[in-house]
């Protein structure tokens, strides 16, 4: 027994922010933007909060699933910009949409939702949840250098949550972790202590660009295909991967490696940018609504960032 996915939501702050308006703040520009990363715009909070976004999208998920807070057994969450570092964001949720069920978060940066997934399923397997809400929101505006162009132009703000029942459409998933500070990280606010004697880092995005460019499209080839073999599968039988949306050129690379049409991609980087563990059930809440998706269809969801790590999954729609 795993789990199926009842319900999707997701929410965006309403302000868009285009590529041209960045270069009042950095030395950038639209044509670069869009080669070098594939966006166009991406939505910035203005005053929508992390918990905000995350419990819009959490009731989105709730209603698309016909179903009430009350009947939830457990809230999972993940966020790298949440409004606390306690209460979890979870926990704010559960308040926030008047559930009482047990709630926490899972921290695993960009591939969280992936984590989550596996999280829930765990549940459903001993049978200890028949209904759970799963949802990573982000705030990354908050965390931005917004005067390094090279990474404030790539991040978005935004929430996806899913609602999962007892079932069995959640087939597989491979995780890799490779502890490793160096090539990206978001360092903690140090603190006031007068004690400290260390040289506080800025707590904002810090990224090796082209380091986590190679990471990317080596571990989407290589969790893809690990799933594939390990199920007797081939991309054929896959109607769509949904992928992390870090960067089109990664997704082109990625799909060259792998032999396939660049369309069996689900992107959306170019509205929305990177936002974080929301970017995966972001996708897949527009794929449910617009009605790209029918029961029975194989779905490879597929994550990276921070840890390193790095997951996918196989999922029956
Ligand atoms: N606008 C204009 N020019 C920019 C720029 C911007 N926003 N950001 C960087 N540049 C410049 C650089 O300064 C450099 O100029 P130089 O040649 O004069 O030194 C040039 O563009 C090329 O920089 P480089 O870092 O080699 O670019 P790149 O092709 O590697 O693209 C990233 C940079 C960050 C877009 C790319 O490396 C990337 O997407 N990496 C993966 C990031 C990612 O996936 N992060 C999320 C992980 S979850």
């Not at 703000?157 to 890799?176: K, P, T």
């Not at 990664?250 to 792998?258: E, K, N, Q, T």
Request: net charge negative; glycine share 6%.
């Amino acid at each position: 027994m795993s789990f199926r996915i009842l319900g999707t939501g997701m929410f965006v702050p309403e302000r868009i922010v285009k590529n041209d308006e960045l270069s009042n703040y950095v030395d950038t520009n639209d044509e670069w933007i869009v080669q070098r990363v594939g966006i166009k715009e991406r939505r910035i909070a203005t005053h929508e909060t992390c918990t905000d976004m995350a419990a819009e999208a959490a009731k989105a998920a709730l209603d698309n699933a016909g179903i009430d807070a009350s009947d939830l057994d457990l809230i999972i969450a993940s966020t790298v910009s949440g409004d606390y570092a306690s209460p979890s964001l979870a926990c704010m949720v559960q308040k926030r949409i008047g559930a009482t069920c047990m709630a926490f978060d899972v921290s695993a940066a960009c591939s969280a939702f992936l984590f989550l997934l596996e999280t829930a399923a765990g549940y459903f397997a001993r049978g200890k949840a028949k209904k759970v809400l799963v949802v990573s929101s982000e705030r990354l505006s908050r965390i931005l250098d917004w005067s390094d162009r090279s990474t404030c132009v790539i991040f978005g703000d935004g929430a996806g949550a899913v609602v999962l029942e007892e079932g069995d459409n959640y087939i597989d998933a491979v995780f890799n972790v490779t502890g490793d500070n160096e090539v990206l990280k978001i360092p903690m606010y140090t603190g006031e202590s007068p004690f400290n004697t260390v040289e506080p880092e800025k707590p904002v995005i810090h990224m090796m660009g082209q380091e986590t460019f190679k990471y990317a499209v080596t571990s989407i080839c290589n969790d893809v295909k690990a799933l594939l073999e390990q199920n007797n599968l081939t991309l054929d039988d896959i109607k769509y991967i949904v992928p992390h949306q870090a960067n089109k050129r990664i997704i082109d690379m990625s799909a060259r490696r792998l032999g396939v049409p660049v369309e069996k991609f689900c992107l959306n980087i170019d509205r929305y940018g990177n936002t974080s563990s929301a970017s995966v059930p972001i996708v897949l809440d527009e794929l449910n609504r617009n009605g790209s998706l029918n029961r029975g269809d194989l779905l490879l969801l597929t994550a990276f960032g921070g840890g390193l790590s790095d997951a996918a999954c196989l999922i029956k729609w």
